[in-house]
């Protein structure tokens, strides 16, 4: 949202605000490789693959490579006039590809031999325009692959008119993955300056089409290094266009960032003083020789490269047993990475022109179907903390203006009350009754503070599959009553049992399990010989159908937001944030009564009326001046 009090005259000067040069600024990196090759997890981007696939993977980019450079070839020897290298595009190309379906269509420039190949085309027929025998010999509607364009950006203007003609086709956004169409439009760095690639972005933003551009960005331009061209990193170019963002309070964000120093210092104190020595705590195989080696403290394990494993669950394990050390180190780290992940990254985020921050989502980031928030990730700021709620302090409504926050309440465990079958929690649900209190009562007989808080673990544990070992690091207990709380809790609600075991039994047979909407999640490794990954995909499969459908019924209410919105004169009100359950809202005061109705409506009637839920949704409305007081 633009600032309602614009800069007089033609605004600052470009250098002025995004710096001297375009490598002052830039995206958020991501590494899934190192440069020897071994794989990166990352916590937004982690996809399994099997080792077949891979193989399948690689063997495309060495083909790939080798019709390119058997092109480049004939093109020196005068048998093309002209050849287009994708040389070092290759993985891109096929990952771009291989993540097509086949009812998905491509818009390429002109070096797309890549994502050609993964659609089937001949590499023989490429070679025809640049040796001026033909326009393209492939039938476009056969393959779902356009000719070749020569034209610099035009095919994104067809992109779009395509992808806004698939929504006039009902082809987009009906929950049926074999039905649901999109469009990718493949261009350069030079063609991101041509109006045509600035008109589309423009009609895609505006009606929210389905298309996807994709900039294969080597940073020259038209035979120009890039920062002639821009001053900005192209992927900030999306912000200009349509794309909403949340206003931060810049001056709190250093506030909060010179707090966090002061408390880091004052943790670093202490630990040292509790030690008898500095050492530097944000080294994990300092902190283990110290706590194992110097401290002689039970329980220390060295991994592959000789160093303790110092993470979270081990120093959790510590302060069980009664040492203070680790939770002030655990302290150190949550402090250490509100600072470095969000006061101090906010602050650098904070657009100059707008005063807001502009993340952007990815659909395909998350297996089971959740939007994934990133550059900056504003889905993994800690709410259950003090320290950590204070971050949201910092995003602010405009002057007169309201955030209102729209969160489903206990989404999962309706929907797990549904799916399984449970009449005891289906009416508690109907019934407006505390959960985890109708769950305490089930399974110890009695409410009190204890029995809430542990059914409240167990109400969530159950559904990730937790073992008898992991939930009794939970509550604090020995694997044996773990199990026997595990069992109680299948007695008193068979439903869930027959739920688990049914859902496993469905993904070993078929590979996949399926939301309420029909959208399937794979699970290549269920029948993995490793214990480890066959475990995880046994436990990943028993919760994807729940969070997939959640996933699926904010997608649905997100869609049909706005349209409700404006049909009740409230068009003025724009959805910022989506935070896994949870809507964000920025709008007028005086709107809140009337916009509430409408949100909650909305959000309770997501899912019809393709799915009939036993249970109603709940949604909770809070609203405030920023997004904590709002949360």
Not at 236 to 255: C, Y
Request: with cysteine; aromatic share 8%.
């Amino acid at each position: 949202m633009p600032d309602s009090n614009p800069s007089p005259g033609f605004g600052p000067d470009l250098a002025e605000v995004f710096g001297p040069a375009h490598s002052d600024g830039g995206p958020e990196l991501v590494q899934l490789l190192t440069p020897e090759g071994e794989r990166v997890h990352h916590p937004e981007f982690d996809l399994d693959f099997s080792a077949e696939q891979i193989r399948g993977f690689y063997r495309d980019m060495v083909l790939t490579r080798r019709i390119d450079t058997e092109a480049t070839a004939l093109q020196r020897h005068g048998e093309l006039g002209i050849w287009a290298q994708l040389l070092g595009q290759e993985a891109a190309q096929i990952g771009a590809g291989r993540a097509l379906r086949p009812q998905d269509y491509v818009f390429p420039t002109y070096r797309e031999h890549g994502v050609a190949w993964c659609k089937g085309i001949d590499p023989l027929k490429l070679l025809g325009p640049f040796r001026g025998v033909d326009h393209g010999s492939w039938d476009p509607h056969e393959f779902n692959f356009g000719l070749y364009t020569i034209v610099i950006g035009a095919q994104c203007l067809h992109a779009t008119g395509y992808a806004m003609g698939m929504q006039r086709d009902g082809v987009v956004g009906t929950g049926d993955p074999d039905r649901d169409a999109a469009v990718i439009a493949h261009f350069g760095d030079g063609a991101s300056s041509q109006g045509d690639v600035n008109e589309s972005f423009i009609f895609a933003a505006s009606y929210n089409a389905p298309v996807v551009f994709f900039c294969q960005n080597n940073q020259w331009a038209i035979s120009e290094p890039i920062e002639r061209q821009t001053r900005i990193p192209l992927y900030q170019r999306a912000l200009g266009f349509g794309f909403p963002g949340i206003r931060v309070d810049g001056k709190e964000l250093k506030r909060l960032s010179d707090d966090f120093g002061k408390r880091l210092g004052g943790l670093e104190e202490e630990i040292h003083r509790m030690v008898g020595h500095e050492f530097n705590i944000g080294s994990p195989k300092q902190l283990g020789q110290v706590l194992f080696d110097g401290l002689g403290l039970p329980g220390g394990k060295k991994g592959k490269t000789g160093a303790y494993g110092t993470g979270a669950e081990v120093l959790e394990a510590l302060i069980d047993h009664g040492h203070d050390l680790p939770a002030r180190v655990l302290d150190w780290r949550q402090v250490a990475k509100l600072k470095s992940t969000y006061s101090d990254a906010l602050m650098e985020q904070i657009n100059p022109a707008t005063g807001r921050v502009h993340t952007s989502y990815s659909q395909a980031g998350v297996s089971t179907g959740r939007l994934a928030s990133s550059d900056p990730n504003l889905q993994n700021i800690p709410i259950r903390t003090e320290i950590g709620r204070q971050i949201r302090e910092a995003f602010v409504a405009q002057d007169g203006n309201a955030l209102l926050a729209a969160d489903y309440s206990q989404i999962e465990l309706r929907l797990a009350a549904h799916m399984a079958d449970v009449p005891s929690l289906k009416e508690a649900f109907a019934n407006g009754e505390d959960i985890h209190s109708r769950t305490a009562s089930e399974m110890f007989g009695e409410v009190n503070r204890d029995t809430r808080a542990r059914a409240k673990t167990i109400n969530f544990a159950i559904l990730y599959g937790i073992s008898r070992w992991g939930l009794a690091g939970r509550l604090g207990v020995e694997a044996d009553e773990a199990q026997a709380m595990i069992d109680t809790y299948f007695q008193r609600f068979p439903g869930i049992q027959k739920y688990i075991v049914r859902t496993l039994e469905q993904v070993r047979e078929c590979g996949y399990s399926e939301t309420l909407f029909g959208r399937k999640t794979w699970f290549p490794r269920i029948g993995s010989k490793n214990q480890a990954e066959r475990q995880g995909s046994e436990r990943a499969a028993i919760n994807a159908p729940i969070q997939g459908t959640s996933a699926d019924i904010i997608k649905r209410a997100m869609v049909r937001m706005m349209p409700a919105l404006e049909a009740a004169g409230l068009a003025h009100v724009q959805m910022l944030l989506q935070v896994h359950d949870e809507l964000v809202f920025e709008l007028p005061e005086s709107d809140v009564d009337a916009a509430r109705k409408v949100i909650e409506n909305v959000m309770v009637s997501a899912a019809e009326p393709s799915v009939k839920l036993d249970v109603p949704l709940g949604v909770d409305i809070g609203t405030g001046t920023s997004w904590g007081a709002a949360h």
